[in-house]
């Protein structure tokens, strides 16, 4: 009895095996458990929209996250590659905790969000970037997701003009195009994109001309 007893004073644990071999505790996640590969193959196998969009091919969080990184430096050309890293990387947690619709997010409460929270912490850690990001910085990424959720919603999604305006406000940047590709390229052009992000980082600390802009 005094076995189980001590089993239920364990704190809880909700372990994954990625296929790095990492084993990832999803309520105490450590930066050391994180891998881009385990992050680029899960998020390019996630739709978004619940899989409700047009074509032969789902459009997958890493296509999405490409997109938002995309339109980020385009909005804020001054901004520094460690700030378009953390675009890159805004959805990361959905690697482990899947994409979920806002109206879903609501009726399930806080406990989403707070596993989000912790899991970009980590994944932020990991690579270098603040736990927390600049508010300024964080409004930022926002606006860019919200013009690339209207860009979906239009052209993929099945919504209105009308209709996604209502939802994510009149997108000031055009040219967008919503692409749709096999998970496997999607994977490696999300893990291409981080790569290059980490170079551009580490070129700038070695002539010292890291900026927090």
């Not at 938002?68 to 001054?78: C, G, H, L, M, S």
């Amino acid at each position: 009895m005094a076995a189980m007893g001590n089993n239920r004073d364990r704190p809880a644990r909700a372990w994954q095996r990625m296929l790095s071999g990492r084993r990832l505790d999803l309520l105490d996640p450590t930066p050391m458990d994180i891998e881009i590969e385990d992050i680029a193959h899960g998020l390019a196998f996630v739709a978004r929209w619940n899989g409700q969009t047009r074509g032969d091919h789902p459009y997958s969080v890493a296509e999405h996250s490409l997109l938002v990184e995309e339109i980020f430096a385009r909005q804020n050309p001054q901004a520094g590659p460690r700030w378009r890293l953390a675009a890159l990387l805004h959805d990361a947690p959905e690697y482990v905790i899947g994409d979920m619709i806002s109206p879903v997010k609501a009726a399930i409460g806080p406990n989403y969000g707070d596993l989000d929270i912790r899991l970009t912490a980590a994944i932020h850690i990991r690579f270098g970037l603040p736990a927390t990001l600049p508010a300024a910085i964080k409004r930022g990424i926002k606006t860019a997701d919200k013009v690339s959720a209207w860009a979906e919603a239009v052209q993929i999604a099945g919504f209105t003009e009308d209709e996604a305006n209502r939802l994510f406000g009149r997108p000031s940047i055009g040219n967008l195009s919503i692409r749709l590709r096999p998970p496997a390229e999607v994977r490696a052009a999300y893990t291409a994109r981080h790569a290059a992000l980490l170079a551009e980082i580490d070129a700038l600390a070695t002539r010292g001309r890291v900026s927090d802009r």
